[in-house]
């Protein structure tokens, strides 16, 4: 089994290649999907995507660069009551406007989702992009271990690895563990324990090696899988397998509607 643990069907450059990428997934042996939220106003239409499509899940949140509606934590749990949400997110800190950049809003927005996941009873999607410090900070001062949930497309080093693991959370590995400049990320991963890992694409985003430069597709996380797996000294299948059952702990929803 491989489930992809992040992905965006509904921000694929047309909106009727969200059901052949789906298919085409399928067809490659990918089983399940997380199809992430990056802001309440797609609420509607990703629950509907997952209504229709018993294999793929959701989340109820807005994305740190979100320029959109800000809910509050009560309407974001809100929104997560419907049952295929499994989880809160994504959420977290993005400081990819630079050093000088005013991320306060970023950060009240995130406590505000940790917030919600614990009024939820779910689970939290974090992004992190340049900022570990005050990611692992804002986790630690809200005990967000106290809901869990994953650090998606994890791209940091061993001590901040750590520090996560110890919170409770899980770590997700995208393709950007494929790329060529990615030597730092590989060392790290190859000693990560397997048992709290997850693979995903973050599709449309981020394409793996061989398929660099063209839109990513869910299917293309094998790819993720085949390198992790050569990382750690194991068969790809070891790997799907654990990442599979790691993806169902990390969300006890998604797990109840498959049982």
């Known amino acids: ?3 992809d643990s992040h992905c965006h069907f509904h921000l694929l450059d047309r909106p009727e290649s969200a059901d052949t990428a789906l298919a085409e997934a399928r067809d490659a042996g990918v089983d399940y999907f997380l199809n992430v939220a990056v ?14 499509h018993d294999r793929v899940f959701t989340s109820a949140g807005v994305h740190p660069c979100g320029s959109g509606e800000d809910p509050s934590a009560e309407a974001l749990a809100a929104l ?3 049952p295929r949400v499994v989880a809160i997110g994504e959420t977290g800190l993005d400081y990819g406007a630079g050093p000088d950049a005013d991320y306060g809003w970023q950060q009240a927005r995130f406590r505000r989702h940790i917030e919600a996941a614990r009024q939820a009873g779910l689970p939290i999607i974090v992004h992190s992009r340049l900022a570990p410090a005050d990611t692992v900070r804002i986790l630690e001062e809200e005990d967000a271990g106290a809901v869990g949930g994953v650090i998606h497309c994890f791209v940091e080093d061993t001590d901040t690895a750590q520090r996560l693991l110890d919170l409770g959370f899980y ?3 995208s393709g950007i563990l494929t790329f060529r400049n990615a030597t730092a990320l590989r060392e790290t991963a190859a000693g990560l324990p397997l048992e709290r890992l997850l693979v995903e694409t ?3 985003y ?18 993720v ?3 992790l797996a050569s990382l750690q000294g194991r068969a790809p299948d070891e790997v799907a397998e654990h990442t599979a059952r790691n993806f169902f702990a990390c969300f ?8």
């Open 1 to 3: 089994m491989i489930v």
């Open 39 to 52: 802001g309440v106003e797609e609420h509607d239409r990703l629950v509907a995507f997952s209504e229709r």
């Open 80 to 82: 997560a009551r419907h």
């Open 171 to 173: 770590l997700s590995l």
């Open 202 to 204: 973050d599709c449309p």
């Open 206 to 223: 981020l394409a793996p090696v061989p398929h660099r430069g063209q839109e990513n597709r869910p299917g293309w996380v094998r790819e």
């Open 225 to 227: 899988v085949e390198c």
């Open 252 to 259: 006890p929803r998604a797990a109840a509607a498959i049982d």
